[in-house]
C-alpha cells in the first residue's frame, strides 16, 4: 500500500487543524462581551472566542458570538426598543396636536369671553332699565354656547330658539301695566312663541345671528373635536404591539450583525425600510383616511377667516341682540296687536285687551350697538389660522414617513454605503427592491413575513374614526352639525393598502413632522463606535481535506 497520499492527508489535516485553532484564537469575543454588558446584561454564559452557530433560531448560523439566551434576550430588547421608539413618534405627534388644541382653544374662548364682557359693558347703556331683569338670560345664552363648543349633547338651533323665546316673554311682560295684565296666561305666552315664526317680533336679527352662530360654532366644535380624534388614533396605534414575524425582522436587523462580529456596520438602507414597511403595514394604511382628515381640517381652519370672519360674529352677538330688541321695542303695540288676532285675549277676566286698533311706533329707550373689527384682530386671527394649518401639514405624511424615520439615523447612507452595509445576512450590497406602503403591497416583503388577509384590528378601528370625524367636518363647512354613528364593525372595506395616486407616496423624500429628533436604536448609538468585529471569515481547509480524501478514494 502506497503511504504517500496517507501520509501528505494526515499532514495536511493536522495543518488545518492548527491553523483553525489559530483562528479561533484570533477570533475573540471581547467586542460582543463588551457592547452586552453595556445593555445591563450579565456575561455569564457569554462565550470568549466565537462557537459554531447551528444553535441560532433568527440569526444566520455562522460562526457567532451569541448563545441562543443571548439571541433570545437581544430579540426582546430589540422588539422594546422598536416599540418604544413607535410610541416616543406617536407622543411627538400627540403633544403637537394637544398644543394647537390648546392654542385654538384659548383663542376661541377668549374671543367669546370678549364678545360676552363688552355686552355687559354696552348693554346697560344700550338697554337701559331692560338690561338688569335680562342680564340672566343673556349670561345663560353665552353659558349654552360654552357648553356647546365643548362638545354637550345639545342642539345649537334649538338653544338659540329658546333664547329669543325666554327673551320676548320678558320683553312682553315688562312692557305697559295695561298690556301687561292681559298676557299673565301662560297659554297666551306659548301661543304668541309659536306666532314668532311668522310675525317676527325681533326682526332679521334672530335669523341672522343663528346663521352666523351655526357656521362659526359648528365648525370651531368639529375642529377641536378633530385635534382630539387625531391625538387619540395616534395613542392607540402607537400602542399596538410587534407580530412575532416583525420581532424576527428587527433582531436580524439590529443585533445580528453583532453576533456575527460586524456590530459597526449599519444596515443597508433599502434592508432597514423593507423591514420597518413590514412591520408598520397596517399603520401605513392610515394614510388615506388620515390625509383625508388634515385636508378637511385645513379647509375648516380657513373658513375661520372667511368674511364675516370668526372673531366678527363672535362680536356681533351682542349687537344682533340689540338691534333685536330695538326691533321689538319699536314695534310693540303692532306685534301685540298681531298677537291678540292670532291668540285671542288670555287675560284673567276674559275681557279684551286695551291695545289700540291702530298701532303706533313708540319711541325706543334702545340704542342699537356696531362693532368695528381692529386691525389686530384680524391680524391675530390670521396668524392663528397660519400656525395651525403649518403644523397640520407637517403631519399629513406621518404614516407613510414614519418607516424612514425610524431609518434615517441608523441606516447606511450614500452610495459609497450600499457594498459596506449590512444586507441580513453578511457585509455586502442589498439587492431586493424597496416596497410600497400599506399591508397589500407586503405581499413580497422578503423581511417580514405577513398574512395580508388578516389586518390588525384595532387598526382598522382607527381608520374608522377618521373617516367618521372627516365627514363631522366636511358637514361642519356647511354648519351642519351631524353625528356621524361608530360603524367600527363595518371595516372590511376601509383601509386596504390600495391608493390613488393623489395618495400614493412612492420613494419620495421623507419631509417627516413634527421631527423625531432623528430617533435611533440603541444598538448604533454612540457607545458602540469602538465595537469592532472581523466578521465571518472563509475556512478552506474543510474543503480541501475533503477533496484530498475523496482522490484517494477514487485512486483505490
Not at 384595532?458 to 374608522?464: A, G, K, L, Y
Not at 390600495?498 to 417627516?512: A, D, H, I, L, Q
Not at 444598538?523 to 484530498?548: D, H, M, Q
Amino acid at each position: 500500500m502506497d503511504l504517500t497520499p496517507v501520509t501528505l492527508l494526515v499532514c495536511l489535516i493536522a495543518v488545518c487543524l492548527s491553523a483553525d485553532n489559530t483562528g479561533v484564537k484570533a477570533r475573540s469575543c471581547a467586542d460582543v462581551r463588551q457592547f452586552y454588558s453595556g445593555k445591563g446584561f450579565t456575561l455569564n454564559g457569554v462565550p470568549q472566542s466565537e462557537i459554531s452557530g447551528e444553535h441560532l433560531r433568527v440569526c444566520p448560523q455562522g460562526y457567532t458570538c451569541c448563545t441562543s439566551a443571548m439571541e433570545e434576550t437581544l430579540s426582546n430588547l430589540s422588539r422594546r426598543e422598536l416599540e418604544g421608539l413607535v410610541r416616543e413618534a406617536g407622543r411627538s405627534v400627540q403633544a403637537s396636536l394637544n398644543a394647537q388644541y390648546r392654542s385654538f382653544d384659548t383663542y376661541f374662548l377668549e374671543l367669546l369671553n370678549g364678545s360676552e364682557r363688552w355686552l355687559e359693558e354696552a348693554f346697560v347703556k344700550a338697554l337701559g332699565t331692560l338690561y338688569g331683569p335680562n342680564a340672566g338670560i343673556l349670561r345663560e345664552l353665552y353659558a349654552e354656547l360654552r357648553r356647546y363648543y365643548r362638545g354637550a349633547a345639545l342642539n345649537l338651533d334649538e338653544a338659540l330658539d329658546e333664547f329669543w323665546t325666554r327673551l320676548l316673554e320678558r320683553l312682553l311682560k315688562a312692557s305697559e301695566p295695561a298690556v301687561a295684565a292681559s298676557l299673565v296666561s301662560d297659554e297666551f305666552l306659548e301661543c304668541a312663541s309659536k306666532q314668532t315664526e311668522t310675525l317676527r317680533p325681533f326682526g332679521d336679527a334672530p335669523r341672522d345671528l343663528k346663521s352666523r352662530l351655526a357656521r362659526v360654532f359648528v365648525a370651531a366644535r368639529a375642529f377641536v373635536q378633530g385635534l382630539n380624534v387625531a391625538g387619540e388614533v395616534v395613542r392607540k396605534v402607537s400602542q399596538v404591539p410587534l407580530s412575532p414575524e416583525c420581532n424576527r425582522a428587527i433582531m436580524r436587523l439590529v443585533y445580528c450583525p453583532h453576533c456575527r462580529g460586524l456590530g459597526s456596520i449599519k444596515p443597508c438602507s433599502n434592508y432597514c425600510r423593507n423591514v420597518m414597511k413590514g412591520c408598520l403595514a397596517n399603520q401605513a394604511d392610515l394614510d388615506t383616511e388620515w390625509q383625508n382628515l388634515v385636508d378637511t381640517m385645513l379647509q375648516v381652519a380657513f373658513s375661520f377667516g372667511t368674511e364675516p370672519s370668526m372673531d366678527v360674529v363672535l362680536h356681533s352677538i351682542p349687537v344682533r341682540i340689540s338691534e333685536a330688541v330695538l326691533h321689538l321695542q319699536e314695534n310693540m303695540e303692532h306685534y301685540i296687536s298681531k298677537v291678540l288676532q292670532a291668540c285671542g285675549d288670555r287675560g284673567e277676566e276674559g275681557t279684551q285687551s286695551s291695545v289700540s286698533e291702530e298701532p303706533k311706533k313708540k319711541e325706543s329707550t334702545v340704542t342699537a350697538l356696531e362693532y368695528k373689527p381692529s386691525s389686530s384682530a384680524a391680524v391675530r386671527l390670521e396668524v392663528q389660522v397660519t400656525d395651525v394649518s403649518s403644523k397640520l401639514k407637517e403631519m399629513q405624511l406621518y404614516w407613510v414617513q414614519l418607516p424612514w424615520a425610524l431609518c434615517n439615523s441608523k441606516a447606511a447612507s450614500g452610495s459609497s454605503g450600499d457594498d459596506d452595509c449590512w444586507n441580513g445576512v453578511t457585509k455586502a450590497r442589498y439587492l431586493p427592491e424597496l416596497m410600497g406602503d400599506g399591508l397589500a403591497n407586503q405581499i413580497n416583503n422578503p423581511e417580514v413575513d405577513i398574512d395580508i388577509t388578516k389586518p390588525d384590528m384595532t387598526i382598522r378601528q382607527q381608520i374608522m374614526q377618521l373617516k367618521i370625524m372627516s365627514n363631522r367636518l366636511k358637514n361642519a363647512l356647511d354648519g351642519n352639525d351631524v353625528d356621524f354613528q361608530d360603524t367600527s364593525d363595518d371595516i372590511s372595506g376601509s383601509g386596504s393598502g390600495m391608493c390613488s395616486e393623489k395618495f400614493c407616496v412612492r420613494g419620495r423624500p421623507p419631509v417627516f413632522g413634527p421631527k423625531l429628533d432623528t430617533p435611533k436604536l440603541d444598538a448604533y448609538g454612540p457607545e458602540n463606535k469602538r465595537v469592532k468585529g472581523s466578521g465571518s471569515r472563509l475556512r478552506p481547509c474543510v474543503s480541501l481535506v475533503f477533496l484530498l480524501l475523496l482522490s484517494f478514494l477514487l485512486r483505490r
